[in-house]
């Protein structure tokens, strides 16, 4: 799902920028508030975790690509704040270490992926809490989630950012296109991270590793 | 601080250079960009080259048809170079910067950064050598059962393997002076 860089007009980065720093800030607030040092380890390992489940990418014709997330056991093992705060680093070092994703659309990758993810991750998980496959849903609702995020986010682009002629200055492709592409592309993805998200999380609680 | 410094500075570039719609001015750009790589993209051929050409691939993927449908070929090359002058320039400062201690604004988040890194680095080298045997004992390449089975062994493997290192490593960490702030 990772947007390279010269999709997203500065009109969109540069407030997506601003929305992620702050959003960062207070995730980091509640990061010291509710972790202790023995938990920073396990954050790490879950961060390494999706840093390697979402490096596995398939390029898509819409402009993007397709991969699991790995938000999903962060945001039910530590909060959806912590998962974003985690999202963040992971998503920074995929753009620097691998290429994956740009610098320009880290912002928009990271409010996808980090923030809408997360947080519907966390609300999916509380709202099912007792159902039996709450942790598989949660990740399965929250990576089409961000996914929608994503689409509407590239397909306003031609709506707004044109010159006289007509062409298109940033992502060329209307809402219409992104939607259907990303979402049903996306239906796959979403059930190997639900299951993924249920392997996690059961595999951590078991060891009583939560945070 | 002069890690910080070129952060800033690479920011604002990306700022500009995401804005500019000529294609004259990316051109010229381009040029200068490629010339101030071409060191790094000569020396280390293999990994330097990676990112541009997969930037040069995927914005003509996108591109190319939205150019052929609509008749408007110069978004083609508009959006080529785009990419092209700001994957260039993140090679760049990349390669004459610190990025631990450009985003080390807090002793917690350096403490993250490293660890993550460090797992990261472990993910990837221990999939990478048990992938190795596996094809190693299979002459006539693994079945389709054999790659789900390795699969799930080895991520319960090196997850497990990562928690006990994390730890350890946070030990580490914490004894030589690196609290939480």
Request: some cysteine; proline content about 4%.
């Amino acid at each position: 799902m990772h947007v390279p860089d010269g999709f997203i007009a500065p009109q969109v980065f540069v407030p997506a920028y601003g929305l992620v720093i702050g959003l960062a800030l207070y995730g980091f607030k509640r990061f010291k508030e509710n972790l202790n040092e023995r938990s920073i380890p396990y954050l790490a390992t879950l961060s390494a975790y999706a840093f390697v489940l979402s490096s596995l990418s398939l390029p898509l014709p819409g402009g993007t690509s397709v991969h699991g997330m790995g938000f999903a056991p962060l945001s039910i093992l530590f909060g959806p704040w912590i998962a974003y705060l985690c999202m963040c680093l992971v998503l920074l070092l995929q753009a620097v270490l691998l290429g994956h994703g740009g610098i320009t659309t880290y912002s928009v990758n990271t409010l996808a992926i980090g923030f809408v993810g997360s947080l519907c991750a966390y609300g999916v998980y509380s709202l099912l809490t007792k159902k039996r496959y709450a942790t598989f849903l949660s990740g399965f609702i929250s990576t089409l989630a961000s996914a929608l995020f994503m689409s509407i986010v590239l397909g306003i682009h031609p709506y707004l950012f044109t010159d006289v002629d007509g062409k298109a200055l940033y992502f060329p492709y209307p809402l219409s296109i992104t939607i259907t592409l990303l979402l049903t592309s996306h239906i796959p993805v979403a059930f190997v991270e639900g299951l993924l998200t249920q392997a996690i999380v059961s595999f951590v609680r078991r060891r009583g590793l939560e945070g | 601080m002069k890690d910080r410094f070129l952060l800033l500075l690479y920011m604002l570039a990306l700022l500009l250079l995401s804005s500019l719609s000529s294609i004259k001015y990316l051109l010229l750009v381009f040029s200068l960009l490629l010339l101030a790589n071409a060191v790094s993209l000569r020396s280390s051929l293999g990994r330097a080259i990676r990112p541009p050409v997969f930037a040069l691939f995927t914005a003509l993927f996108i591109s190319t048809p939205y150019a052929l449908w609509t008749g408007h070929y110069s978004y083609a090359l508009l959006l080529t170079l785009r990419v092209l002058n700001l994957t260039l320039l993140t090679l760049l400062v990349l390669r004459n910067t610190n990025l631990y201690l450009a985003l080390g604004f807090s002793k917690t988040l350096s403490q993250l950064l490293v660890l993550t890194s460090s797992h990261i680095l472990l993910y990837r080298r221990v999939f990478s050598e048990f992938k190795d045997s596996l094809r190693s004992r299979s002459p006539e390449g693994p079945q389709r059962r054999d790659m789900i089975n390795f699969s799930g062994g080895i991520g319960l493997y090196f997850f497990d393997r990562a928690l006990r290192d994390s730890e350890e490593v946070a030990k580490a960490m914490k004894s030589r002076g690196f609290d939480i702030d």
